[in-house]
């Protein structure tokens, strides 16, 4: 099992501590026949009271649809994170846009998911940074997404502090409809068709 070591950061409000965390990239493409070029990264830190994750992303297509919260922003330009606490079945999925739209459920398998309320999406805070540029007619397309999300926003688990906490997670770069659609995964996926809700591939992780 892929495994990785989330450290804890005790002065969240200052940002420079991104440049010293490890870069993990999300390289694997479970599926040949949606092979891409997109590029696609995280790292990732605890305050002990919220997840902090950076992702960036570089791709050659921008394209997204006016969403709100809880709709299908898996199909824009879109990076998530799903996450099951010690052995338990249940994972929650967090799914953002590359606006900022958020979409998260909870639950045991694809079929039955909980979608979450909008007030507790809601206290997932998001920063983006969007950069796009075009050389010799050809477009590539970067962008940027940090998230803090807080204890609360695990709705279905009363959790205090991060500290110690081991868990199962996974994440994941996606498009379902760009005009090349591609699924990107932390760790391997072995399934015939893409399909992100399979927690038997998540990897462990460690809050320090």
Known sequence: MKRLLVPFIENSSETLFWQDLPVNFIDHQPWPQYHTKCSAAFRIAHSNTAVLLKFRVSEDVFKTAERNINDAVHKDNCVEFFIAFGEEQDYYNFEFNCLGVGKVGFGSSREDRLLLPENIIRLVTTDLMLHSRSS????????????????????????????????????????????????LSWTMIHTEEPDFHQPAFFGGILFG
């Open 136 to 183: 010799a007619g050809t477009a590539s397309f970067n962008w940027e997404i940090t998230l803090s999300v807080p204890v609360e926003a695990f709705h279905y688990h009363r959790i205090s502090s991060l500290k110690g906490l081991r868990c199962r997670a996974n994440f994941y770069k996606c498009g379902d409809d760009l005009p090349e659609p591609h699924f």
